[in-house]
C-alpha cells in the first residue's frame, strides 16, 4: 500500500504538466498529503484535464477522508453541469 505522498506522485505522473501545482505543492511541503491530492484534483478539474485514469486511480486508493469528499464533489459538479443526453 502507498502512502499519501506516494499517492500524490503517482497522481501527478496522470495530470497534464499544463495544471498549476503551486498548492499542492504547498500541502505537500506542509505535511499535508491528503490536502495536496484533494487541491491537485481540483486544479486539474478546473484546467479540464482531470482524466478517468486520474480519477480511476484516487477511486482505487481512497474512500474517505479530504480526497475522497473532492472526488465526490467534483464529480457532483461534473454532473450538474453536463449537457442533457439527446
Known sequence: MLSDE???RQLDKLISPSVGRVLS???LRAGEPEEA???LLDEAFTAGCLTDRAVEFIEEKYDDGPVYEMLEALQMYKTKIAPPSR
Open 37 to 39: 491530492i484533494a487541491t
Open 6 to 8: 506516494e499517492n500524490y
Open 25 to 27: 505543492e504547498e500541502h
